[in-house]
């Protein structure tokens, strides 16, 4: 975390989101919120309540391969099409401005690597999730949303930038004011926290705020894999990945993962004959074919015969047979690539804290994904581990669902850019 505080280039990449300013709850007003990762495209008119309250309007819109993969311009217009089309069908009473120049503000979730300059500037590092676009890669993409809804008469002012994680922050930090961090543990895994500005040592920033929020990209945390206890099945997943060498924290604790590094371990069983009797199958010798949704059915089955076990093995995956032996192995291999994520993720909690020095004081943590949502006993795994570390001290420690940073967080920092 230093050595990326200190320099560009570190392997945990340590980002500045130039949002420095803390939600207190007590906010109003209304925000749009654009969310742009994937397949869908989102759009969210925002309302914050004196009391607290937030009302959220959205509507979803599919973007198309002619858009992933055609010109800049093109996607761009598109959004703001998309931004023109759903302000067009609220009430006018929805749509009071919310900048000085008689526009809406708009919070800009964009997840793709992007190097952040400012809270309302990045410059696009490459596209990923099957984009390709012409002309967008290097360029800034507020200027480029912005550009484009200034052609069309949109009445919109593209106010912020944020990345997912920071959102998750801001939009937990509003219910829950002593929240310091902010965590994604799903498909993917990250984290964002508050840090003291002065301790950002290669940020050249004037501002006479003290904190400003961090993304850490953690899951490149150890890529030269010397920290983490890797195994020959992490290896062997890593090496056989798109990206090698790359993103280890996150191979080791992310959604995405699990089932790959589970179907290693039960392979590597297989050949040593010690459960199928040494029989595999077509499916379960393809790759990533061990969902980690299965993981969590084979956890949560406590029956006798452990029967979704066995569904799982002989009639997802077509293992020809199992004995009740074979299932307890493979319910006991879940349960310790479960574990680990788990501790590992727990680790990563506690040096932040460690970092901030909060553990007397105590903070609130903001967890979005389905990893800590869905998966059995994630969450108490994790506060076994921070007690273990903290002692009777991690009791301070608050861990919390955060919903819909990529919308609500999104608004919020258009908020703060505006304050």
Not at 19 to 38: R, S
Not at 88 to 96: G, I, V
Request: glycine letters at 8%; charged letters at 25%.
């Amino acid at each position: 975390m230093n050595k990326g505080l200190e320099k560009h280039g570190q392997t945990v990449a340590m980002v500045p989101s130039y949002v420095t300013g803390v939600p207190t709850g007590k906010e109003v007003g209304t925000f749009l919120a654009l969310d742009l990762g994937g397949t869908n495209l989102r759009v969210c008119l925002i309302k914050l309540g004196s009391d607290g309250n937030i009302s959220i309007k959205q509507q979803k819109y599919k973007v198309s391969e002619t858009y992933k993969t055609g010109e800049a311009r093109q996607l761009f217009d598109f959004l703001a099409d998309c931004i023109d089309k759903f302000l067009a069908e609220l009430n006018e009473t929805d749509k009071r401005s919310s900048s000085k120049e008689g526009k809406l503000n708009l919070g800009f979730t964009f997840s793709f690597p992007v190097e952040q300059t400012a809270i309302d500037k990045g410059n696009l590092i490459s596209w990923t999730k099957g984009f390709t676009c012409a002309g967008a890669v290097g360029k800034d993409v507020v200027f480029m949303l912005q550009e484009a809804l200034n052609r069309k008469g949109v009445p919109v002012k593209v106010s912020a930038l944020v990345n997912d994680t920071v959102g998750t922050l801001l939009a937990h930090a509003y219910k829950h004011p002593k929240t310091l961090l902010g965590v994604i543990l799903g498909t993917g895994t990250n984290c964002a926290y508050f840090e003291k500005i002065s301790n950002i040592k290669k940020l050249q920033f004037n501002s006479n705020a003290e904190h400003m929020i961090i993304n850490l990209e953690w899951g490149s945390f150890d890529n030269e894999k010397k920290v983490l206890p890797i195994t020959m099945f992490d290896n062997k997943l890593d090496r056989e990945s798109n990206i090698p060498r790359f993103q280890i924290f996150e191979k080791m604790v992310s959604g995405m993962y699990l089932g790959e590094i589970t179907r290693n371990v039960l392979l590597n069983l297989i050949d040593r004959k010690l459960i199928f009797d040494g029989i595999s199958s077509k499916d379960f010798n393809t790759h990533y074919s061990f969902e980690t949704a299965y993981l969590s059915t084979i956890e949560e089955d406590d029956s006798d015969t452990l029967e979704n076990v066995r569904k799982i093995l002989e009639e997802e995956l077509n293992i020809p047979s199992t004995t009740l032996t074979d299932r307890k192995i493979v319910k006991r291999v879940c349960q310790i690539v479960g574990i680990r994520s788990a501790r590992l993720s727990a680790a990563g909690l506690s040096a932040i804290i460690s970092h901030c020095n909060v553990i007397e004081t105590g903070c609130d943590i903001g967890i979005d994904g389905s990893l800590f949502e869905f998966y059995p006993a994630f969450e108490a795994r994790i506060k076994n581990a921070l007690r273990e570390h903290f002692g009777s001290n991690a009791d301070n420690i608050n861990l919390g669902l955060a919903r819909d940073g990529s919308g609500v967080g999104a608004a919020l920092a258009a908020m703060l850019s505006v304050k």
